[in-house]
T-cell receptor
Framework: GAGVSQSPSNKVTEKGKDVELRCDPISGHTALYWYRQSLGQGLEFLIYFQGNSAPDKSGLPSDRFSAERTGGSVSTLTIQRTQQEDSAVYLC?????????????FGPGTRLTVL | TQLLEQSPQFLSIQEGENLTVYCNSSSVFSSLQWYRQEPGEGPVLLVTVVTGGEVKKLKRLTFQFGDARKDSSLHITAAQPGDTGLYLCAGIHSSASGGGADGLTFGKGTHLIIQP
């Protein structure tokens, strides 16, 4: 079956512009996560969705970051007025909750470069 | 914040050598996962360990969960260039209600390079 897909794979933008990153989770997975990974670093949690609701937004670094999920499936992460420090790989993961272990399946990521 | 400390941060060894990487915390975890991430890709789940003292083997990789469920190790025997990657551990804190982002904590990873 299809895994988690993300688009675009690469995005280069100018400082101050808005960007939208898309995530298509594995079909039937109710939980969806966004992470940010800077060069050579581990995963920084951004936001978590259960269905269409986001019970945990604690990782969003500023009010320029927002995310939504519609139909319990596709999610969009929006960064407004991008800054150079937003440059990173943005990873999306989904989980089926069939076990209590929260095993996550990741997409390939979107590499964002802010010039 | 429950921290998972991974060590070493970087490791470069020759093909055929053995190695062990560690994942440590002062907190108890109900389960712990290991992921491997290759350049340009997302992390891929390797194994989940849930019982204190549990040992799981995946070909040349041996994963162990500490008796107290505060630490874990990954041992690779006869490392191959294909083992190169970023190894991440992630755990669910034992006080977590059953999941959600605040239940899963990631370490910063061990960058492993196996030279031919």
């Amino acid at each position: 079956g299809a895994g988690v897909s993300q688009s675009p794979s690469n995005k280069v933008t100018e400082k101050g512009k808005d960007v939208e990153l898309r995530c298509d989770p594995i079909s039937g997975h109710t939980a969806l996560y966004w992470y940010r990974q800077s060069l050579g670093q581990g995963l920084e949690f951004l936001i978590y969705f259960q269905g269409n609701s986001a019970p945990d937004k604690s990782g969003l670094p500023s009010d320029r970051f927002s995310a939504e999920r519609t139909g319990g499936s596709v999610s969009t992460l929006t960064i407004q007025r991008t800054q150079q420090e937003d440059s990173a790989v943005y990873l999306c993961a989904s989980s089926s909750w069939t076990t209590s272990y929260n095993e996550q399946f990741f997409g390939p990521g979107t590499r964002l470069t802010v010039l | 914040t429950q921290l998972l400390e991974q060590s070493p941060q970087f490791l470069s060894i020759q093909e055929g050598e053995n190695l062990t990487v560690y994942c440590n915390s002062s907190s108890v975890f109900s389960s712990l996962q290991w992921y491997r991430q290759e350049p340009g890709e997302g992390p891929v789940l390797l194994v989940t360990v849930v019982t204190g003292g549990e040992v799981k083997k995946l070909k040349r990789l041996t994963f162990q969960f500490g008796d107290a469920r505060k630490d874990s190790s990954l041992h690779i025997t006869a490392a191959q260039p294909g083992d190169t990657g970023l190894y991440l551990c992630a755990g669910i804190h034992s006080s977590a209600s059953g999941g959600g982002a605040d239940g899963l904590t990631f370490g910063k990873g061990t960058h492993l390079i196996i030279q031919p």
